[in-house]
T-cell receptor, first 114, second 112 residues
């Protein structure tokens, strides 16, 4: 099976712009989670989608949003970008979405905000 | 909210030495997962522990889950240069609103 894919891999934006990141989970996986990784804060949970519904949400401002499509592909949007949004954004998919499922991470999208 | 603390933040060892990273949660966990992230890579799942006091081994790696299900450790025996990377623990909350909280990771470097 193909792994989790994320596009684009690298992105440079300026403050105030918005950005959309895409994640395609492993075939058959219905749960997609998004994380922000920075050197100072480590891996921080953004949100999780399961069957097109947001099931869990981390402590990020409303500028961060996401959605999931019927084919389980997910997108994450960040509006009004700030310098502090520069990070590696990782998505992870898991199987049936039951608790305690293994998370399979994609390669990430590295976002730089200037 | 749930917090997962991981220590040490960094560890540098000589090849052949042992290495241990510790994970502590502020609340009782339903499970704990361990991941490894190589430099420039993404986290890769290593193992999951679910039962109180559980111990699992993968070759030179030994994982433990505390009796109270609030702490865990990863021990590597006789490190090799291929062990270099950041090791993360991730604790799952109990109850219906399951959420995985990652520790900040321990960066292991190995001097050949």
């Amino acid at each position: 099976k193909a792994g989790v894919t994320q596009t684009p891999r690298y992105l440079i934006k300026t403050r105030g712009q918005q950005v959309t990141l895409s994640c395609s989970p492993i075939s058959g996986h219905r749960s997609v989670s998004w994380y922000q990784q920075t050197p100072g804060q480590g891996l921080q949970f953004l949100f999780e989608y399961f069957s097109e519904t947001q099931r869990n949400k981390g402590n990020f401002p409303g500028r961060f949003s996401g959605r999931q499509f019927s084919n389980s592909r997910s997108e994450m949007n960040v509006s009004t970008l700030e310098l502090g949004d520069s990070a590696l954004y990782l998505c992870a998919s898991s199987g049936e979405g039951y608790p305690q499922e293994t998370q399979y991470f994609g390669p990430g999208t590295r976002l730089l905000v200037l | 909210g749930q917090q997962v603390m991981q220590i040490p933040q960094y560890q540098h060892v000589q090849e052949g030495e042992d290495f241990t990273t510790y994970c502590n949660s502020s609340t009782t966990l339903s499970n704990i997962q361990w991941y490894k992230q190589r430099p420039g890579g993404h986290p890769v799942f290593l193992i999951q522990l679910v039962k109180s006091g559980e111990v699992k081994k993968q070759k030179r790696l030994t994982f433990q889950f505390g009796e109270a299900k609030k702490n865990s450790s990863l021990h590597i025996t006789a490190t090799q240069t291929t062990d270099v990377g950041t090791y993360f623990c991730a604790g799952g909350t109990e109850g219906s609103n399951y959420k995985l909280t990652f520790g900040k990771g321990t960066l292991l470097t190995v001097n050949p």
